[in-house]
């Protein structure tokens, strides 16, 4: 089983529509929760990360958490052709940045 | 504020052969972390320096090393070479839980 699961998509949505994108972990000691948006032939950028269970809201971007089941999930509202990039779901144990990665999700967004 | 500085951009390699990778992160961050990413792996986690120090390190091979100097840059060197080491190598600054990436060093092993 791998560290950090993502569907490998591709995802696709029209613009304007809610893109939704999941992620599941198998270290329950994970503390830190990440979500990176990468473009082709461009390095990760960080988006959102969320430490708590619940939601985190930041403009057009929604992360949930949910520890129990041990589920982080992105929302984007209003998805652009812009936002189509892959989005890496990270994750961290405390200590430190070892940060371990999922294969990530490739989002469409068609105008 | 200037941003995550690696160097090279490219580099070419033959199997055997050994190279060395520089990462300048940004001013004030005394974290970086290495991340090797492939077609296949996806982004893997190398090791962690913090302060001159390796505080964290991931699943690679012992060919694969670095170090951090007192002004916080870095260092990772792969020795002997193998066509698989073909990556794209990339360096993270780190502070505050969030991590800064370099553009990123392709390696190419032929």
């Known amino acids: 089983q791998k560290e950090v699961e993502q569907n490998s998509g591709p995802l696709s949505v029209p613009e304007g529509a809610i893109a939704s994108l999941n992620c599941t972990y198998s270290?329950?000691?994970?503390?830190?929760f990440f979500w990176y948006r990468q473009y082709s032939g461009k390095s990760p950028e960080l988006i959102m990360f969320?430490?708590?269970?619940g939601d985190k809201e930041d403009g057009r971007f929604t992360a949930q958490l949910n520890k129990a089941s041990q589920y982080v999930s992105l929302l984007i509202r209003d998805s652009q052709p812009s936002d189509s990039a892959t989005y890496l779901c990270a994750v961290a144990a405390s200590g430190g940045f070892k940060t371990i990665f999922g294969a990530g999700t490739r989002l469409f967004v068609k105008a | 504020k200037a941003g995550v500085t690696q160097t090279p951009r490219y580099l070419i390699k033959t199997r055997g052969q050994q190279v060395t990778l520089s990462c300048s992160p940004i001013?004030?961050?005394?974290?970086v972390s290495w991340y090797q990413q492939t077609p296949g792996q996806g982004l893997q986690f190398l090791f962690e320096y913090f302060s001159e120090t390796q505080r964290n390190k991931g699943n690679f091979p012992g060919r694969f090393s670095g170090r951090q100097f007192s002004n916080s840059r870095s260092e990772m060197n792969v020795s002997t070479l193998e066509l698989g080491d073909s990556a794209l190598y990339l360096c993270?600054?780190?502070?505050?839980?969030?991590?800064?990436f370099g553009p990123g060093t392709r390696l190419t092993v032929l």
């Open positions: 969320i430490y708590s269970n």
């Open positions: 001013s004030g961050h005394r974290s």
């Open positions: 270290d329950r000691g994970s503390q830190s």
């Open positions: 993270a600054s780190n502070a505050h839980d969030e991590q800064f």
